[in-house]
């Protein structure tokens, strides 16, 4: 197997990039302590160091009503669902402060569903009131499907939506409705969702309007591993051209309580979320950060993943909804104290981050 590899090592050693071919050929590999090593070795190469980043951050919803059926999907709900919310800028902002006075985070992390009720002064009014209330706080708002959304409720660009939503105070987005832009796999999963144009355009308008962004896939389902490979060069391609992307962060698909699960699908196994990380980290040369999100592989496989390419195990995060809803068994919170040791007992130096990679401080 090592074999296999070894025109891909030689591309790494000498800096040169690995192509559609070299994607399908590692993603087909059962070999993962190969797949590991190249990864780290990439990462290392490309400037990595010891350091794994975390990030004490708060989740929040504002809205999980939905416009979109999307099949993978426990979270959303109909507004005429009993377990349907949405909060108003007034409840979210004092849930935010009340959150805050024990525990400092520096970033909110905020995913809703598509809420057809309601307008992009919604939105904006939310991020307003929690400026002025956490002038300090970063605010990642707002999946690019979510600004796709806004854009059509007020028939204006995704241009003058990123402006509005800046101007109250917006300062990043989160990488979620990315799914796989594979049209074969897009329409089986999320054919109410928007072209993955779209999704590109929203976050090409948001880098050169000085938006950071992050990018995800969601693989586990009915995405082969080609789809993976060509949703990873798309993403590439992107950061060649506007470099806004902070950090990519592959999500595990969880079936429990979605169509797949009555349809026998079953979660993804450790080899799988490892492949993924490495895949990501050897395809992706331009994109500084790959996340191991624990909230989605738990926290011992976290760990393992610094050892495949991986620099990040995202945050504290405190609420989580959207993993929990299908299923999720690692919690919602993490105190730092248990992000530091898991990093510790991998032999990396766990250092606090802010949103935009800049160090807080260092174990
Ligand atoms: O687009 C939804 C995924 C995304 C399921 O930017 C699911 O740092 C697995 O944007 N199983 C939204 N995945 C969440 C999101 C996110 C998450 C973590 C980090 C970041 C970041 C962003 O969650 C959706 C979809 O791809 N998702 N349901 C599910 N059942």
Excluded at 187 to 216: N, S, Y
Aim: net charge negative; glycine share 8%; proline share 3%.
């Amino acid at each position: 197997m090592l074999e296999t590899f070894a025109p891909i090592r030689e591309k790494i050693a000498t800096g040169e990039r690995l192509d559609f071919e070299d994607g399908v050929t590692l993603m087909e590999s059962d070999d993962l302590l190969a797949l590991g090593e190249l990864a780290d070795l990439a990462r290392r190469q490309r400037g990595g160091g010891d350091e794994v980043f975390f990030i004490q951050n708060l989740y929040l919803n504002q809205t999980n009503v939905c416009r979109v059926k999307c099949k993978f999907c426990a979270f959303a709900k109909t507004q005429k669902q009993e377990d349907a919310y949405t909060l108003t800028a007034d409840e979210l902002a004092a849930d935010a402060v009340a959150m805050y006075e024990h525990t400092k985070f520096t970033e909110i992390h905020c995913v809703n569903g598509e809420n057809p009720h309601v307008d992009l002064e919604f939105y904006a009014d939310v991020l307003r009131k929690l400026k002025a209330a956490l002038p300090e706080v970063h605010l990642k708002f707002y999946t690019a499907s979510e600004i796709h959304h806004m854009s059509k409720l007020e028939g204006c660009s995704h241009e003058e939506v990123l402006r509005v939503l800046k101007d109250a105070g917006l300062g990043s987005l989160p990488g979620g409705g990315a799914e796989i832009f594979a049209d074969r796999v897009r329409k089986l999963i999320a054919p109410g969702k928007e072209h993955p144009d779209e999704w590109f355009d929203v976050h090409d308008t948001a880098h050169r309007m000085g938006i950071p962004t992050h990018c995800t896939l969601l693989y586990g389902h009915v995405e082969t591993y080609e789809e993976r490979v060509d949703h990873l060069l798309r993403l590439r391609a992107q950061q060649d051209e506007t470099g806004g992307f902070l950090a990519f962060i592959p999500l595990a698909f969880h079936p429990e309580n979605t169509v797949f699960e009555r349809r026998g699908f079953k979660f993804t196994t450790g080899a799988d979320d490892l492949k993924m990380i490495a895949v990501s980290r050897l395809l992706l040369d331009n994109i500084p950060n790959v996340k191991a999100y624990w909230i989605m592989m738990g926290m011992p496989m976290a760990q393992v993943a610094l050892h495949f390419g991986a620099n990040d195990v995202q945050g504290t995060v405190v609420r989580e909804q959207i993993f929990q809803a299908a299923g999720a068994t690692s919690g919602t919170e993490q105190k730092v104290g248990e992000l530091v040791r898991f990093v510790q007992e991998a032999g990396r130096t766990p250092v606090q981050r802010d949103t935009l990679y800049n160090e807080l401080r260092r174990w």
